[in-house]
C-alpha cells in the first residue's frame, strides 16, 4: 500500500528558507495530487498547496508568494520550499495525497515532521 | 468563499454516542467533504469520504462504529459506543477546483 514520509531539517534559521521533502512508496507518484499541510503547535490544520499533472500547483492564497512545490517523478519525491520563514511558520508539516478536483479527500497522510523556525 | 464551521469542543461518555458536526459556508451545501482523527500527539488519520446525500465511503480499517450522515449544509459524524481511543481531534476538509480547505477542528473529550 502508499505510505508517504516526510524529510528535512528540523530547524531552520529565521528568513531563511525552509526545504522539505515526502517520499512516496509502494506506488507511482505519476498520477493523483500530491499535497503539503502544516500545523501549529496547538492548532489547526491548514493547506499549504499541491502538485499534479506533470508540475501543475496550486497554493493557499495566504502562503503563495512565499511556496513553491516541485515534483521528482525518478525519485517518487515532492518537495516544499517556503522562504522567509518566521517564528509563525514554525509547525509539524504533513504531506498527504488526493485524488483530484472531483475527489480531493486527503484518503492517506504521512505521519508528519516538526520544524522549529528560530534565529 | 469556501468556508467549514466545527464546534470547538464535544464530549461524550464512554460506552455512549456523540455526533459532529461540520457546516459548510453558504453556496457550498452541496459539498463532498472528508472526516479526518487525530488522537494525541499523532497525525491525522482519514476516516470516511462523506457525500451530500450521506452516503459515505470509510478509510481501510475503520471501525463501524464511525459512520456519516448529511443534512443540508450540515455533515455530520457520529461515533457510537465511544472507547477511550476515541479521543482525538475530528477535522472536516472538503475540496474544489485549486484549493483544499480544512475546518478549525472539535476537540472530543470521552468523560
Known amino acids: 500500500q502508499v505510505q508517504l514520509q516526510e524529510s528535512g531539517p528540523g530547524l531552520v534559521k529565521t528568513s531563511e528558507t525552509l526545504s522539505l521533502t515526502c517520499t512516496v512508496s509502494g506506488g507511482s507518484i505519476s498520477s493523483n495530487y500530491w499535497n503539503w499541510i502544516r500545523q501549529p503547535p496547538g492548532k489547526g490544520l491548514e493547506w499549504i498547496g499541491h502538485i499534479y499533472n506533470r508540475g501543475s500547483t496550486n497554493y493557499n492564497p495566504s502562503l503563495k508568494s512565499r511556496v513553491s512545490i516541485s515534483i521528482d517523478t525518478s525519485k517518487n519525491q515532492f518537495s516544499l520550499n517556503l522562504n522567509s520563514v518566521t517564528a509563525a511558520d514554525t509547525a509539524v508539516y504533513y504531506c498527504?495525497?488526493?485524488?483530484?478536483?472531483?475527489?480531493?479527500?486527503?484518503?492517506?497522510w504521512g505521519q508528519g515532521t516538526m520544524v522549529t523556525v528560530s534565529s | 468563499q469556501l468556508v467549514l464551521t466545527q464546534s470547538p469542543s464535544a464530549s461524550a461518555s464512554l460506552g455512549a454516542s456523540v455526533k459532529l458536526t461540520c457546516t459548510l459556508s453558504s453556496g457550498h451545501r452541496t459539498y463532498a467533504i472528508a472526516w479526518h482523527q487525530q488522537q494525541p500527539e499523532k497525525g491525522p488519520r482519514y476516516l470516511m469520504r462523506l457525500n451530500t446525500d450521506g452516503s459515505h465511503s470509510k478509510g481501510d480499517g475503520i471501525p463501524d462504529r464511525f459512520s456519516g450522515s448529511s443534512s443540508g449544509a450540515e455533515r455530520y459524524l457520529t461515533i457510537s459506543s465511544l472507547q477511550s481511543e476515541d479521543e482525538a481531534d475530528y477535522y472536516c476538509q472538503t475540496w474544489t477546483t485549486g484549493i483544499r480547505v480544512f475546518g478549525g477542528g472539535t476537540k472530543l473529550t470521552v468523560l
Open positions: 498527504a495525497r488526493d485524488f483530484g478536483n472531483l475527489e480531493g479527500a486527503f484518503d492517506i
